[in-house]
Nanobody
Framework: QVQLMESGGGSVQPGGSLRLTCTTS?????????IGWFRQAPGKEREGVATSISSDKTYYDDSVKGRFTVSRDKGKNTLYLQMNSLKPEDAAMYYCAAHLIPCRMMGGTLLDPTYWGQGTQVTVSS
């Protein structure tokens, strides 16, 4: 069975930082999957945040470029999202999702992921 699990969410002040973790299991060949981060705020549509194709190929939505960094740990089959300079607009439920390579992209968004995690909440408030 394939399972993705997000962790690391919490409540921070504007300008603060968080590091989200996506742990994976059941992906037979971890490095053969595109793994992306998504977010959804209450009453809003889900949007793509960042995607990791490999350690050398990463993509970001314009709204987070320069502030967020995605990375992957092959040994732990784990994906990270380092979020700096957080803004109130970043508050949302954050999800990780995966699709076998080759995957389709639109901007920083991974299209039609096969597997999803359950999400971790990020709150940004004064």
């Amino acid at each position: 069975q394939v399972q993705l699990m997000e962790s690391g969410g919490g409540s921070v002040q504007p300008g603060g930082s968080l590091r989200l973790t996506c742990t994976t299991s059941g992906l037979t060949t971890y490095d053969m999957y595109c793994i992306g981060w998504f977010r959804q705020a209450p009453g809003k549509e889900r949007e793509g945040v960042a995607t990791s194709i490999s350690s050398d190929k990463t993509y970001y939505d314009d709204s987070v470029k320069g502030r967020f960094t995605v990375s992957r740990d092959k040994g732990k089959n784990t994906l990270y999202l380092q979020m700096n300079s957080l803004k109130p607009e970043d508050a949302a439920m954050y999800y990780c999702a995966a699709h076998l390579i080759p995957c389709r992209m639109m901007g920083g968004t991974l299209l039609d992921p096969t597997y999803w995690g359950q999400g971790t909440q990020v709150t940004v408030s004064s």
